[in-house]
């Protein structure tokens, strides 16, 4: 996680200051224009821009509603109390070295 970038949601105008990859690399988390985010505070979806994201266009709604993992991020968001148990649910459980050697 990273609150280098903040940017408002378009939806309910709270500051989204926490951004996490959608992969595990343990790469910096820093959301590039046209990035999709989803608003912590009213499950909003908006596209990547500064200092405010743009709601998605009708086409671009329909798209993204579709995708299944944009629908898993939503349901783990509403599951969870902060965004870091969020990102745990929709990455699943880790597994390290010594559990795959039992």
């Given at each position: 996680?990273?609150?280098?970038?903040?940017?408002?949601?378009?939806?309910?105008?709270?500051?989204?200051?926490?951004?996490?990859?959608t992969?595990?690399?343990?790469?910096?988390?820093?959301?590039?224009?046209?990035?999709?985010?989803i608003?912590?505070?009213?499950?909003?979806?908006?596209?990547?821009?500064?200092?405010?994201?743009?709601?998605?266009?009708?086409?671009?709604?329909?798209?993204?509603?579709?995708?299944?993992?944009?629908?898993?991020?939503?349901?783990?968001?509403?599951?969870?109390?902060?965004?870091?148990?969020?990102?745990?649910?929709?990455?699943?459980?880790?597994?390290?070295?010594?559990?795959?050697?039992?």
């Open positions: 996680m990273t609150g280098a970038v903040t940017t408002r949601c378009p939806h309910c105008w709270q500051v989204s200051d926490c951004h996490y990859p992969n595990d690399d343990g790469g910096e988390a820093v959301p590039a224009a046209g990035d999709l985010l608003c912590w505070h009213c499950c909003g979806l908006a596209y990547y821009a500064s200092p405010v994201a743009r709601a998605p266009t009708a086409a671009e709604l329909a798209e993204v509603a579709a995708n299944p993992d944009v629908r898993r991020a939503l349901a783990a968001i509403a599951e969870c109390f902060t965004p870091e148990q969020a990102v745990a649910l929709i990455r699943g459980p880790s597994t390290t070295k010594g559990e795959n050697e039992r």
